[in-house]
């Protein structure tokens, strides 16, 4: 069939709005109307940076209605309410333990440009378009594995609930899935974006004693007191470490590192207690520390986390049912576009204007 889908020619080129060609879902696969779509910074990695081949159809927090399901699929019917998230096999030793998110072709999977089966589902004229994150939700349909669809709760509005896929999913999975602190404890998040800001609200749905939110934006920071910080620290006016230490009286026993600055990266470590984890889930390039001071010498850890170390199945509707108590306010950090917008989208994200861009599809 024939789509509408937001085209990146090649790296750094804009978006180019075209008719492109859908196969039809395979064995296995569902085809989704795309409701709405997050606009995530993976996605302008993948843009700018080119960790993905082009021609491509980008795109990976897509939420939108199954209208067709391919042979063998069970577990969703024509009309459910989907979230799509991240790619995965499904039958390697990590995904069969509950760690779908360091699946063995997780890479190749999400950012090679294929379908697990080698092939692909998008094309143009006869050419080609590279799949990503096994979705490519920039488009009004999406050909997707069933494994990778989240059945979720028709009476949420489901334009809502896209980034819920990656981004919301990977702050508040850091919290509680990997983490998963103590109610005496005290978590610090370094960057109030998407990511940032739902580690906070995970964070107060544990009962931290004490979330200390880190950011340059005092918007951004007086959000974050909205949400659940105790403490807020402008990174460009205080001394982060020093005030984090005096705070929690001697460091904190938690970091969520969004930022991938590697200064902060190093605060984030430093600002640590005796035995305190920092969790880096920012994309970050080289890093210099000092093993012996900022780590060995005082029993810390730093790990990496991607994707909240989240079965999406599991968790997205654990975050659906605590935003619909109340517990999860994720909608404030929400700011909807029209699709046609998606490149003002991606600038008032690079600025900081907007926390989590969404795109209303036609």
């Not at 492109?20 to 064995?27: I, K, M, R, S, T």
């Not at 995904?95 to 950012?111: K, S």
């Not at 001394?239 to 026993?253: F, L, N, P, Q």
């Not at 046609?340 to 209303?360: N, Y």
Request: charged share 20%; with cysteine.
């Amino acid at each position: 069939m024939q789509i509408h889908a937001a085209v990146t020619p090649a790296q750094g080129e804009a978006f180019s709005f075209e008719t492109v060609d859908l196969a039809e879902p395979g064995g296995g696969e569902i085809r989704v109307r795309l409701v709405a779509t997050g606009v995530c910074h993976t996605d302008a990695v993948a843009w700018e940076l080119g960790i993905a081949p082009f021609p491509i159809v980008l795109g990976h927090e897509g939420a939108g209605v199954v209208e067709a399901v391919g042979a063998g699929v069970s577990t969703l019917a024509v009309g459910d309410h989907v979230v799509l998230s991240f790619a995965h096999c499904g039958h390697c030793d990590r995904c069969l333990t509950g760690h779908p998110t360091v699946c063995a072709d997780f890479n190749e999977l999400n950012f090679g440009g294929r379908m697990d089966d080698g092939g692909h589902r998008l094309s143009r004229d006869g050419e080609a378009l590279a799949t990503f994150f096994g979705q490519s939700s920039f488009a009004s349909h999406a050909v997707v594995k069933a494994g990778n669809a989240v059945k979720v709760d028709p009476e949420v509005d489901l334009a809502l609930l896209g980034p819920l896929g990656c981004g919301i999913q990977t702050g508040a999975g850091t919290v509680l899935n990997r983490l998963k602190p103590g109610v005496e404890t005290s978590l610090v998040v370094y960057g109030g974006g998407a990511v940032g800001l739902s580690a906070v609200m995970a964070a107060r749905l544990v009962g931290c004693r004490q979330i200390i939110a880190v950011d340059v934006l005092e918007e951004r920071l007086a959000l974050a007191r909205e949400l659940g910080a105790t403490h807020v620290l402008n990174g460009k006016s205080e001394d982060v470490v020093e005030r984090v230490r005096e705070i929690t009286a001697g460091g904190s026993d938690y970091a969520v590192e969004t930022t991938g600055v590697p200064a902060v990266v190093r605060q984030s470590l430093q600002a640590l207690r005796p035995l305190g984890v920092s969790a880096i889930v920012g994309v970050t390039p080289q890093v210099t520390l000092d093993v012996h001071q900022d780590l060995m010498a005082e029993g810390k850890s730093m790990i990496g986390v991607i994707e909240g170390d989240a079965v999406p199945r599991v968790f997205i509707p654990q975050l659906v049912a605590h935003y619909k108590a109340g517990r999860f306010p994720f909608d404030r950090l929400v700011t909807f576009y029209e699709f046609a917008d998606i490149h003002r989208a991606f600038e008032d994200s690079k600025r900081g204007t907007a926390v989590k861009p969404v795109l209303r599809m036609p």
